[in-house]
């Protein structure tokens, strides 16, 4: 830090200690249940945008794939107008706001010294794929099937959270030079 | 007071997407708060350099869990109209597996993605094109895969029923691990921090 002292920008405000981050995290969660009766969720959106965007395309092949279709018959009157959509929309907004307040908005790349930033977009590309395999055949990611499955002790919701936390740590150590 | 709310058509659909919207909103910010907008703050967990992920995930859970289970004791919330997916043991072991590679492969997952997104962060906007991917490759090839995909459906499955406990009992053994191991943090963070230390000199 003390190499951007002619750095005009505020420094970024330290994060909020994690447990009191962890209960609005859950109060939010607690909110989504009562009000709406179901918890938050993140890769669903995703794979709505994505089926629209085939419907665009190749609009007889996004309706002949039942995988598609699904997303492309949900939401209120269009598949965009969907719980999801609209929640990571204000995810966004969110994120954005907090940052904002904290001075933590800044086009920077996350990544360890040991990595060029042209390898770090290589395995950003690999793990975001990754993901959005894995989210699929989970029928969740973190937020849907660990956060929230975790606090309504779904059965298929806890065992899920158990494999990401084993798939993380037992991977780590092959990617140690992307981060350390 | 007879919630969930929206079960109970206080609201309509169009309505219900405004509540999202503001949910949301809650939800980015909070994650953002935590520092998940950041790779490294992230990572850091599979090092045990900084478990904030476990800390800010497990307290998040103890609290909705908590809220929710005193909520439907003193008659506010109808349990049954709180939607839980269906439990599909196999797919889901196999996808939490491959999303935990790809959480510290990609650095991080597609709801922290976005708040890095939003904050600036390049490597984000990557990651969420590698999503984009993904989801793409897996939805066309899911109509020959159906046979993994819909198999072990365990349908609306709970860890109660599992373990042939109350759920109060499972409520209770939840809080345990999740102090027993916000305990266990900090003696991992401690040691790894005096190895590294050491490994400096």
């Known amino acids: 830090m003390s190499s951007d002292s002619h750095d005009v920008r505020r420094a970024p405000a ?10 609005g995290l859950g109060l939010v969660l607690l909110g989504s249940f009562v009000v709406m009766g179901r918890g938050l969720g993140a890769s669903g959106a995703f794979s709505s945008a994505c089926a629209v965007a085939i419907d665009a395309v190749a609009p007889a092949h996004a309706q002949g794939n039942p995988f598609w279709r699904d997303y492309l018959t949900s939401g209120v009157g269009h598949p965009l107008k969907e719980f999801l959509v609209f929640e990571v929309l204000g ?25 060029s930033i042209g390898g770090r977009f290589a395995w950003a590309f690999v793990g975001g794929a990754l993901m959005g395999i894995g989210a699929k055949l989970a029928r969740g990611c973190t937020s849907g099937q660990a956060l929230t499955g975790g606090a309504l002790l779904s059965a298929g919701g806890w065992a899920f959270m158990m494999m990401v936390f084993a798939g993380g740590y037992g991977a780590a150590w092959m990617m140690r030079r992307q981060w350390l | 007071m007879n919630a969930p709310f929206f079960k109970f058509g206080l609201f309509g659909d169009e309505a219900s997407l405004i509540v999202a919207f503001v949910i949301g909103i809650g939800f980015g910010f909070f994650l953002e708060r935590a520092g998940f907008g ?20 497990f307290t998040a859970i103890v609290t909705a869990m908590l809220g929710l289970f005193y909520l439907a004791a003193v008659g506010w919330v109808d349990l049954s109209l709180v939607y839980i997916q269906p439990t599909y043991l196999w ?8 999303l935990g590679i790809g959480f510290i492969v990609g650095g991080y997952c597609p709801g922290t993605s976005l708040v890095a997104l939003a904050t600036g962060k390049l490597d984000a906007l990557v990651f969420v094109a590698g999503v ?8 066309e090839v899911w109509p020959s895969i159906t046979g993994f995909t819909e198999s072990s459906n365990l349908g609306r499955l709970t860890l109660p029923e599992v373990l042939h406990l109350p759920m109060g009992l499972v409520v209770f053994l939840v809080v345990l691990m999740a102090v027993g191991g916000f305990w266990g943090a900090g003696v991992l963070e401690r040691r790894f921090a005096a190895s590294a230390a050491k490994e400096e000199k």
Not at chain 1, 100 to 109: D, H, N, P, S
Not at chain 2, 41 to 51: A, G, I, N, S, V
């Open chain 2, 132 to 139: 984009f991917a993904g989801i793409f490759a897996i939805g």
């Open chain 1, 14 to 23: 330290p994060y909020m200690n994690p447990y009191l981050a962890g209960i």
């Open chain 2, 91 to 98: 797919p889901q072991i196999v996808g939490g597996l491959l």
């Open chain 1, 91 to 115: 995810v966004l907004v969110g994120g954005f706001l907090s940052g904002l307040l904290a001075g933590r908005v800044r086009r920077t790349v996350e990544k360890g010294p040991r990595i």
């Open chain 2, 38 to 57: 950041s790779a490294k703050k992230l990572t850091d967990q599979f090092y045990f350099r900084d478990m904030a992920v476990f800390r800010v995930m």
